[in-house]
């Protein structure tokens, strides 16, 4: 177990609609990032936040937005949403001080979009 | 662009035979490098990591990788393969310029036989 979790854990959504992704990180981590799972691909990075404040993001488009919060938990939102939204979303969080990049990850979210 | 590639998509071993799953990658400055593990039904859990020192890297469960810095190369190994290796395994990379990006491979899904 790594402490971090996500909910939910499976959702339906349909085309157009907007979804948010929730995540709590793993005690004394003060860093989360998100990544997009596509079927059969490895993960791709989303973006990350450190104190609240987005700290990097990948090649995604603005309505896929975040947030963090004082307690170092983190929101992932997604807007008019796409059937290649599909995917498992994972949260991943790190103490900000460790090795860069060495991530522990939620279970994910597994979205569905119709 | 930067990227890794994993070269193989599926492998199927039985067990005790040795395992060696490739990794390349293209990426400019300083670079951690890792292989992420995925069991059936559970979280992406790291398996081992290399930032620094001797290039030969020993991780969980009996896996070590080899940094080969000229051939951009980060290829894990194992032995004698377990039936509880069965997983999918992602190599990843993070890179001093590469903003605060984890970049994983495709991915390589592993059976072993009983």
């Known amino acids: 177990e790594t402490g971090v979790t996500q909910s939910p854990t499976h959702l339906i959504k349909t085309r157009g609609q907007q979804v948010t992704l929730r995540c709590s990180s793993q005690?004394?981590?003060?860093?989360v990032s998100w990544y997009q799972q596509a079927l059969g691909q490895g993960p791709q990075f989303i973006f990350q936040y450190y104190r609240e404040e987005e700290n990097g993001r990948g090649n995604f488009p603005p309505r896929f937005s975040g947030l963090q919060f004082p307690n170092y938990s983190s929101e992932l939102n997604v807007n008019a949403l796409e059937l290649d939204d599909s995917a498992l979303y994972l949260c991943?969080?790190?103490?900000?001080?460790?090795?860069?990049?060495?991530?522990?990850f939620g279970e994910g979210s597994r979205l569905t979009v119709l | 662009a930067q990227s890794v590639s994993q070269h193989n998509h599926h492998v199927i071993l039985s067990e005790a035979a040795s395992l060696e799953l490739g990794c390349n990658y293209s990426y400019g400055g300083t670079v951690n490098l890792f292989w992420y593990v995925q069991y059936p039904g559970q979280h992406l859990q790291l398996l081992l990591k290399?930032?620094?020192?001797?290039?030969l890297v020993k991780g969980i469960k009996g896996f070590e990788a080899e940094f080969i810095k000229s051939k951009f190369s980060f290829n894990l190994r194992k032995p004698s393969v377990q039936w509880s290796d069965t997983a999918e395994y992602f190599c990843?990379?993070?890179?001093?310029?590469?903003?605060?990006?984890?970049?994983f491979g495709g991915g390589t899904r592993l059976m072993v036989k009983p």
């Open positions: 991943a969080s790190s103490p900000g001080t460790g090795v860069a990049g060495e991530l522990f």
């Open positions: 005690s004394g981590h003060n860093t």
């Open positions: 990843a990379v993070w890179s001093n310029n590469a903003g605060n990006m984890l970049t």
């Open positions: 290399y930032f620094s020192g001797d290039p």
